[in-house]
């Protein structure tokens, strides 16, 4: 059973930074590719970004230029720093890794920006 069990959430002002992790069960080469997603109160969990086993990484437009996706490959982990975080940012960030036809999730960790 994969386990991927995030950290790095919490109260931040808004300008500030967080750094997330997702440190999973096995190693991350085993997983196609590995993401950060996030779900507000009332709303979707939407894509925040993506990384490939190649390194190729992809964003949603409203995070470009402030948040980078990052992977360790020899800590088994996957990195979000977010810089210039908004209060729209609010959410539980969940890690997500995906493999074949089967896809896990973290438990999600809350990240709240506000004055």
């Known amino acids: 059973q994969v386990q991927l069990v995030e950290a790095g959430g919490g109260l931040v002002q808004p300008g500030g930074s967080l750094r997330l992790s997702c440190a999973a069960s096995e190693s991350i080469s085993r997983f196609g590719t590995m993401g950060w997603y996030r779900q507000a109160p009332g709303k979707q969990r939407d894509m925040v970004a993506t990384?490939?086993?190649?390194?190729?990484?992809n964003y949603v437009d409203f995070v470009k230029g402030r948040f980078t996706i990052s992977r360790d490959s020899a800590k088994n982990t996957v990195y979000l720093q977010m810089n210039s975080l908004k209060p729209e940012d609010t959410a539980v960030y969940y890690c997500?890794?995906?493999?074949?036809?089967?896809?896990?999730w973290g438990q999600g960790t809350q990240v709240t920006v506000s004055s």
């Open positions: 997500n890794a995906n493999r074949l036809i089967y896809t896990y």
């Open positions: 990384i490939t086993k190649g390194g190729n990484t």
